[in-house]
């Protein structure tokens, strides 16, 4: 129960950091804060107890998303305050209630600019995204209200290059993006540039632990391949080399028995190198298949 509670932990202070970055993360003052805007409006979670007509009351659910918000719209001269951001109660954890003008917000999803289709996404994941821990996989999703709001999600990222899926928990949809590589790619573009960071320490961490265990798995099979494929031989070897049958064997193939049946660990180029003259390994190879084919067949 707490190991369950402690992985919880860790994965939202990671999206929590990842959150808390974005936030901070500077754009295009002229056009980018109102697509920034349009899709923290249209995405987070509304406050019912709002308002007059024309604006909105939305949920940020950290303090430094509602002070990203503040600063969007004061930069393009949109009307917006929200509730206990600079009293002692709000503590960096707390969502605020942010109260915004939406009158003049553009209605459209996606907006033209690449710019601002960054923005827009990384309004969205602000209102309505969280990220995965990376220890415990690559996985980036927007818990969105309904089933317009999760395909226009999946619309935001598609324009941004970035492929998304659709699915449901617990009956609510939501898009996500998985995988490693798309994973950084958005945090990327959202500016989260130590959260990519931190995942990439991660994905090398663990690529370098997996290329390890291929090559230690691969040395194994190697191994276990040229133990079998040796001790063929040498029964091979074995059964031709007896006085009765060992006059089917040409010189070469004799000498080439004798030094499998001497040297059973030997690889095939050492047992060329002690031929006489010296083969190469391919010879060697096609010597000791001469063998095994012959033995085979006098067995039969
Ligand atoms: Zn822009």
């Known amino acids: 129960m707490g190991f369950v509670r402690d992985r919880t932990a860790r994965m939202k202070v990671f999206s929590a950091d990842a959150k808390d970055e974005i936030a901070r993360a500077p754009f295009r003052p002229d056009c980018c804060p109102r697509a920034f805007l349009a899709a923290f409006a249209a995405l987070g979670r509304r406050d019912l107890r709002s308002t007059k007509s ?65 923005a827009w996404i990384r309004g969205a994941f602000l209102a309505c995204g969280s990220v995965a821990d990376p220890t415990r996989g690559y996985h980036l999703e927007f818990n969105a209200r309904d089933d317009a709001a999760a395909r226009a999600i999946a619309a935001g990222l598609a324009a ?51 290329s390890i265990r291929r090559t230690v798995n691969s ?27 060992v006059h089917v064997l ?24 002690r031929a006489r003259p010296v083969v190469t390994k391919s010879s060697m190879a096609y010597r000791l298949r001469e063998i095994e084919r012959l033995a085979h067949s006098r067995r039969r």
């Open 219 to 245: 040395e194994a099979a190697n191994a276990a391949r040229a133990g079998t494929a040796s001790a063929r031989q040498l029964e091979a070897a074995t059964t031709l080399l007896h006085p009765a049958r």
């Open 250 to 273: 040409s010189a070469a193939l004799r000498e080439a028995a004798r030094l499998r049946h001497a040297h059973p660990d030997l690889t095939l180029s050492e047992l060329g190198r």
């Open 160 to 210: 941004v290059g970035v492929d998304a899926g659709i699915s449901r928990r617990r009956k609510k949809p939501l898009a996500y993006v998985k995988g490693g590589q798309a994973v950084a790619d958005l945090l990327a573009q959202m500016g989260a540039t130590q959260t990519v960071l931190s995942l990439d320490d991660v994905r090398a961490r663990r690529e370098t632990k997996n």
């Open 54 to 118: 024309g604006e909105a009351t939305i949920r940020a659910p950290r303090v430094s998303i509602a002070r990203a918000v503040l600063k969007a719209a004061a930069q393009v001269h949109i009307r917006a305050h929200a509730q206990d951001l600079d009293t002692r109660r709000a503590r960096e954890t707390h969502s605020v209630a942010v109260t915004l003008d939406v009158q003049t917000l553009a209605k459209r999803m996606h907006p033209a600019r690449a710019c601002c289709r960054r």
